[in-house]
């Protein structure tokens, strides 16, 4: 028979566990959270920007020189 020293060490783990189960949980929720995970992505390019932005402004200037030629060369190109 167990002796009430036991089950409280037995109950003791036992809420230990469900606390760590509880955490891990609500951990996973907040990695699948899509809106939240793009308000933290947000409010790091954000503040990434603010720290340096000549980055961002050539990535954005590259990104539009490479689209504008692949629609040239779509609208000109014989085909």
Do not use: C
């Not at 606390?19 to 990695?31: C, F, G, N, V, Y």
């Not at 809106?35 to 992505?41: A, E, L, R, T």
């Amino acid at each position: 028979m167990t002796d009430s020293r036991s089950t409280a060490d037995i109950q003791s783990k036992v809420a230990q566990t469900r606390a760590q189960l509880e955490s891990t949980l609500d951990e996973i929720e907040d990695k699948l959270n899509v809106p939240k995970q793009v308000g933290i992505f947000a409010h790091k390019a954000q503040a990434s920007y603010e720290d340096n932005p000549v980055p961002w402004v050539a990535g954005v200037t590259a990104a539009v020189a490479i689209v504008g030629g692949l629609v040239a060369w779509a609208v000109l190109s014989r085909d």
